[in-house]
């Protein structure tokens, strides 16, 4: 075997040793019919936790997020925001709960140059270059992040390193952790900027939610510290200003695809741990859904 033919071989997951426990399943959605055709939100509800969402669901609390199907149980591609977001930024969305190996990912996008096989999937876009933004970038769309966290915060050098994945960059401190009004601040800039946009060019845009984040006892009245109680008063906050955006987004620019989730989960004394960058299930464990909406109505 070549030099080049080893470095191949080593460096290519052994598909064949899980092609057992492949489902074979249809992708729920065809990213052909999406790339190169419609807008893409990813938008990250940065801390959510799971079992919250789906209880705030059940409880018909969070009627725009409820307009577009259940909440999926997925597993974190980290523990805290940063390893979360260079998985999710190289194409490793949060993959279902009950997945038992690599192959079981349901992906929308492949990066072409590594594992897998390097044969792209069914459905999937796959891309070249280090990021999806990248990616898509060569397929003409302009990419927009719109920060929360202080991961986003680019008066840091850490804090610049996510918004220099995109074309264009925004945080200002009103988007800040800290800031009762945070995310009504993101979505009346995001709705502000889309109203001077090239109607010709595709946009990605990535928000960083970041309201549930600590510290979010003020969305619960009354309450003078973080707890359950008050991370679920904050998603029904964010679910309010996620209707303006998306009808604002419809409005403006049409069709889009709409990617959601949490980036991790976090602790509120549960065995004794507090908030996240460890491994405990309730910070493991996050919900994701995709849909779209359209000009017309939300699907």
Request: net charge negative; glycine share 10%.
């Given at each position: 075997m070549?030099e080049?033919?080893?470095?191949?071989a080593?460096q290519?997951?052994?598909?064949?040793?899980f092609?057992?426990?492949?489902?074979n399943?249809?992708p729920?959605?065809?990213?052909?019919?999406?790339?190169?055709?419609?807008?893409?939100?990813?938008i990250?509800?940065?801390?959510?936790?799971?079992?919250?969402?789906?209880?705030?669901?059940e409880?018909?609390?969070?009627?725009v997020?409820?307009?577009?199907?259940?909440?999926?149980?997925?597993?974190a591609p980290?523990?805290?925001?940063?390893?979360?977001?260079?998985?999710?930024?190289?194409?490793?969305?949060?993959?279902?709960?009950?997945?038992?190996?690599?192959?079981?990912?349901e992906?929308?996008?492949f990066?072409?140059?590594?594992?897998?096989?390097?044969?792209e999937?069914?459905g999937?876009?796959?891309?070249?270059?280090s990021?999806?933004?990248?990616?898509l970038?060569?397929?003409?769309?302009?990419?927009?992040?719109?920060g929360?966290?202080?991961?986003f915060?680019?008066?840091?050098?850490?804090?610049?390193?996510?918004?220099?994945?995109?074309?264009?960059s925004?945080?200002?401190?009103s988007?800040g952790?800290?800031v009762k009004d945070?995310?009504k601040?993101?979505?009346?800039?995001?709705?502000?900027?889309?109203?001077?946009?090239?109607?010709?060019?595709?946009?990605?845009?990535?928000?960083?939610?970041d309201?549930?984040h600590?510290?979010?006892?003020?969305?619960?009245?009354?309450?003078?510290?973080d707890?359950?109680?008050?991370?679920?008063?904050?998603?029904?906050?964010?679910?309010?200003e996620?209707?303006?955006?998306?009808?604002?987004?419809?409005?403006?620019?049409?069709?889009a695809?709409?990617?959601c989730?949490s980036?991790h989960?976090?602790?509120?004394?549960?065995?004794?741990?507090q908030?996240?960058g460890i491994?405990?299930?309730?910070v493991?464990?996050?919900?994701?859904k995709?849909?779209?909406?359209?000009?017309?109505r939300?699907?």
């Amino acid at each position: 075997m070549s030099e080049e033919g080893m470095r191949s071989a080593e460096q290519e997951v052994p598909v064949r040793l899980f092609a057992g426990s492949r489902t074979n399943k249809k992708p729920s959605v065809d990213m052909a019919q999406v790339v190169g055709k419609k807008d893409i939100l990813f938008i990250c509800l940065d801390t959510l936790r799971y079992d919250v969402a789906v209880e705030e669901e059940e409880a018909g609390r969070t009627p725009v997020f409820n307009q577009f199907g259940k909440w999926k149980k997925c597993q974190a591609p980290g523990n805290f925001t940063y390893p979360s977001h260079h998985a999710m930024f190289a194409g490793f969305l949060p993959c279902g709960f009950d997945a038992k190996n690599v192959t079981d990912r349901e992906l929308l996008f492949f990066p072409k140059a590594i594992g897998l096989g390097k044969k792209e999937p069914e459905g999937a876009f796959a891309f070249s270059g280090s990021t999806i933004m990248e990616g898509l970038e060569k397929e003409g769309y302009d990419t927009w992040c719109v920060g929360g966290v202080a991961f986003f915060d680019k008066r840091s050098d850490l804090g610049r390193v996510f918004p220099g994945y995109f074309k264009k960059s925004f945080w200002h401190p009103s988007f800040g952790c800290p800031v009762k009004d945070s995310t009504k601040n993101q979505v009346d800039f995001i709705l502000r900027k889309i109203a001077d946009a090239d109607q010709e060019k595709h946009i990605f845009l990535y928000l960083n939610v970041d309201a549930i984040h600590y510290p979010n006892y003020f969305y619960q009245e009354g309450a003078s510290g973080d707890s359950l109680s008050s991370h679920a008063a904050a998603l029904r906050y964010v679910d309010q200003e996620m209707g303006r955006l998306f009808e604002g987004w419809r409005a403006q620019r049409g069709d889009a695809f709409v990617i959601c989730c949490s980036d991790h989960g976090t602790c509120y004394g549960e065995d004794e741990c507090q908030f996240h960058g460890i491994n405990h299930p309730v910070v493991n464990t996050i919900p994701y859904k995709h849909f779209f909406i359209s000009a017309g109505r939300w699907e």
